[in-house]
Every structure is written in C-alpha cells, then in structure tokens.
C-alpha cells in the first residue's frame, strides 16, 4: 500500500566543489581554507581530485544517460571572487553558467549550494566567521553575484552545507572551519553559529526579494539521536542532544529562534551570545521553501556519567558528547560501514518524520550514502552490490515516509562521481561513477559507471516505484 513518488521528484546525486573540481588555481581561482590541507603521506590534498573542472561534460554526460533528474553541486567562492570580497572574477562565473548549461541542455535540474566549507582564506586571515562585520557582507557580496548570474536558470538553491557540523565538529577537535585557525572556543563557536545565521536568513530573503520564482531551503546534517536505554535520564539526555545536533539549526532558519536549551547552556558557561538590535528580525524575514537536509546515521546517547568521550574519529555521530547531559552510545542493533559508520535506514525515516513533524516543509534528502574503498575489475567494472542495497533500503524508507504523509521533493545521494573525502582522502568513495586514479597517483582520471548507477538509472526510470 505505498504511494508512488510524486512526478518530477528530484532524483539525482551531489558532490561539492572543493571535493571533486580540482583546478585549485585555474583562471584566477583564489585559495579557500580548504587548499591549505597538504594531505599526508597516505592522504590526497585537493588540488586535483576529480578534475570536475576540466572533465564536467564527461561526468554530465554520464548523469544523462542515468537519467538524472537533478544534481547537487557547491559553487567554489574563491572562483567567482577570489579574495573573498574583492573583484569578481568573470572566468568564475563563465564557468558554472558553462556547467548549468551544461545540465539544462540534459533536463538536469540544478540545485545549487551557495557556500560548502571553502571559506576564502583572506576572509579566514581577517578572522573568517567569527568577524562579522568582515564575513558576513562579504558572503552576501558573493550571494548577490551569484543570484544576479544564475538566478534567471536555476530554481534550487541550498545555503550553507551543514552549517551544524562546521561549528560543532570544530568544537570537538576537527577542522571544517579553517585546518590552520586555532581551535574555537564553546563561546566563539556558537557565536560564529550565529553569524552564519544571520547570512543565511540575509541570503534567503535576498533571493526571494530578486528572484521570486526561485527556491532557497538550508542544508544541515541532521539525524534522530536515541536513547541508550528507556532510562528517563537516558531519554533526557537524548533529547537535549538532539537539540543540540539538529534542532537548534533548524529552529533558527524555519521558526527564526534560537533554541532556549542551547541558549541556557551557554549561559550557565559564562557566554552570552551576541545578538544584536535587528538579528531577531532578520531572522524571521526569511523564509526558506524546504528543508534540505544531509543524512548518514543516527547517533546514540547515553546520560552522561564522567567518562571521557572525545573522540577524533571522522564519524559524525562519534565524538558529540557535551559535559552533565549526553555521551555517545553504542547502539548494538545496527550495523557498521568498513569505516566505522553506522548503517540505519529506518533511522532515515524516523528522522524524516521528526522534521516534517517539527517544521512541515517539504524535505530535500541532499546527502547521504557509504563510502567504500573500491578498485576497478580488469573488465572496467565495479561490482558494487553493497550500495545497491544500501539506496534500496533507505529509499524504501523514504517511501514509507510518503506514504504516511511525509513531503519530500527529491533524492540527492552522495556522491554523483568519486571524490576526495574530507578526511580520508580518495580512498573512501562513494559515487555511482568511478574516478580511475588513487590517492596519490592520479592514473587517467578517466570514469566507468559502477553497478550501481545502471540500478540507479532503472529506478530513476520508474521514478522509484519499482
Ligand atoms: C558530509 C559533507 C560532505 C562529505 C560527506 C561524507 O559531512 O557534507 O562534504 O564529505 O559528509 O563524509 P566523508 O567524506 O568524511 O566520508
């Protein structure tokens, strides 16, 4: 008894532009914090990675014949202005108008992220998030060119890539807001939060103001947080964490409020955030279309009881523990990926009716998927059942989710073509097309559909109701 999947659903996948273009210093591109990662001895760095820069017509060329409907891709800001605030850089713009052509011409949709953790780093020298009054007019300098180049042919529009982990992930010992900058502290790190609030609601009611016809929606990582055990304190403790991991981000884009139980905690620590005359206002001006969101697992927690849980491992469920209210758990019932990450597609739905719940806008899946360490077989073919399994069992729950009422517009997983992971470089892939180098000798670069993307392309054909 399941519904089908609404016509014109957005079935596609994603990638960012530090991870998969390459062309780090091509026609005038200025350096993000992420060209700053020199990769180690085992791990790539960022210069080349898939060479979506200089291959894009090959890779769109492959997602047509899988018949996407659409593809996520981030915007390189250091392409479009360079030093963060300074001239535009037109060979910048000629290329993503190149690349949106490119798609249009192939009844792709594309769904653009404004800004996915390259921050340029002259703005990180002058302080980078944390220095308002530097970042945040230089975003909407960049917004504004942006919309103004693109606005008349693309519909979808993301603003910030999970804006929840780049503060929390800093937080607890990685890097997403800048690999050389001193680590954050609990203040500075919700303070830059804030900050990059006020630039998303600034972007979101800019596009809507000069381009009504468009849609604009933030873009979190967000995932349902159980209990450890139906110990009320246990339980407790899963929902503040769940504020803490999720909602919190979504309150303020959506509903334009800070959540209190973040507010409070930060308080009882000494740190007052500054908000200042007009950011409430701001805030509640803006009005996103949907909720997209990124989805990989779910986090388990437990009260917490004095044990240290810092962990540096690259799960983004490890390691959010928070002092007197939640550690992370282990859940016994799910599984794991060769790197360590837990597999739950129902946790996909549980998590999809608890936005929907809390906010009913209509939901856009931006991210989710395994990442595998694969090789290419002598007849060029990569035999890669377990993803097939993987998006069978989350789609499934996605359409459960929809037939029970839920709204969602499309599936975006990651990643459309291999690329460079954030942290564990090219040995960790995740697409449905094959980038033919390793981590350290980029071979021919050339691409091979896997298994995967003919499953895929059949499923697209019958818009997901097989
Ligand atoms: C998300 C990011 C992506 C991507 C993905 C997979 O957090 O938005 O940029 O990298 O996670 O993570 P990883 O590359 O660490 O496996």
């Not at 930060?266 to 908000?275: A, P, Q, R, T, V």
């Not at 809390?358 to 002598?378: A, F, W």
Request: some cysteine; glycine content about 8%; proline content about 4%.
């Amino acid at each position: 008894n399941l519904k089908k999947f609404p016509e014109g659903f957005l079935w596609g996948a994603s990638s960012s532009a530090y991870q998969c273009e390459g062309g780090w210093n091509q026609d005038g591109k200025g350096m993000s914090v992420q060209d700053l990662h020199e990769g180690t001895a085992e791990i790539s760095d960022f210069k080349v990675t898939s060479d979506f820069y200089n291959r894009y017509k090959e890779d769109i060329a492959m997602m047509k014949a899988m018949g996407f409907k659409s593809y996520r891709f981030s915007i390189s800001w250091t392409r479009i202005i360079p030093n963060g605030d300074g001239e535009i850089n037109q060979s910048g713009i000629d290329f993503y108008n190149k690349v949106i052509d490119e798609l249009l011409d192939a009844n792709i949709e594309p769904i653009i992220t404004m800004y996915h953790f390259d921050l340029p780093l002259e703005l990180q020298k002058k302080g980078g998030w944390l220095n308002r009054d530097v970042t945040v007019p230089a975003f909407m300098k960049f917004a504004k060119a942006i919309f103004k180049a693109y606005g008349k042919k693309v519909k979808y529009w993301l603003t910030i890539n999970e804006l929840n982990l780049l503060v929390l992930m800093n937080m607890f010992g990685q890097d997403f807001l800048s690999p050389t900058d001193k680590k954050y502290t609990i203040g500075e790190a919700f303070q830059i939060g804030h900050h990059l609030f006020i630039a998303q609601a600034l972007a979101m009611k800019e596009l809507h103001e000069t381009f009504p016809k468009c849609l604009i929606g933030p873009a979190p990582n967000i995932s349902s947080v159980y209990p450890a055990s139906s110990k009320p304190e246990d339980v407790l403790a899963a929902q503040t964490a769940a504020v803490f991991r999720s909602w919190y981000w979504l309150d303020a884009p959506v509903r334009g409020e800070h959540n209190p139980i973040v507010i409070k905690w930060l308080d009882e620590l000494g740190f007052n955030l500054e908000i200042r005359d007009g950011d409430d206002e701001i805030l509640k001006a803006a009005k996103p279309d949907f909720v997209a969101f990124n989805y990989y697992s779910t986090m388990t927690v437990k009260a917490w009881n004095n044990e240290s849980t810092t962990s540096k491992k690259s799960d983004q469920q490890q390691g959010l523990g928070i002092p007197n209210m939640f550690m992370d758990a282990k859940n016994e019932h799910l599984g794991k990926t060769e790197f360590g990450w837990s597999i739950d597609p129902v946790g996909f739905r549980v998590t999809s009716r608890e936005i929907f719940e809390r906010y009913r806008l209509p939901m856009l899946l931006t991210e989710n998927g395994i990442g595998v360490r694969e090789e290419l077989n002598s007849d060029m073919t990569v035999n890669d059942d377990y993803r097939i399994e993987w998006y069978k069992d989350h789609i499934i729950e996605m359409r459960k989710a929809i037939s029970e009422g839920m709204e969602f517009i499309g599936f975006n997983p990651w990643s459309a073509m291999d690329l460079v992971s954030t942290h564990e470089g090219f040995q960790k892939r995740y697409g449905f097309i094959f980038v033919n180098r390793d981590e350290k000798d980029l071979r021919d670069l050339k691409r091979y559909r896997k298994k995967s993307s003919y499953w895929y392309e059949e499923l697209i054909k019958n818009n997901g109701n097989n």
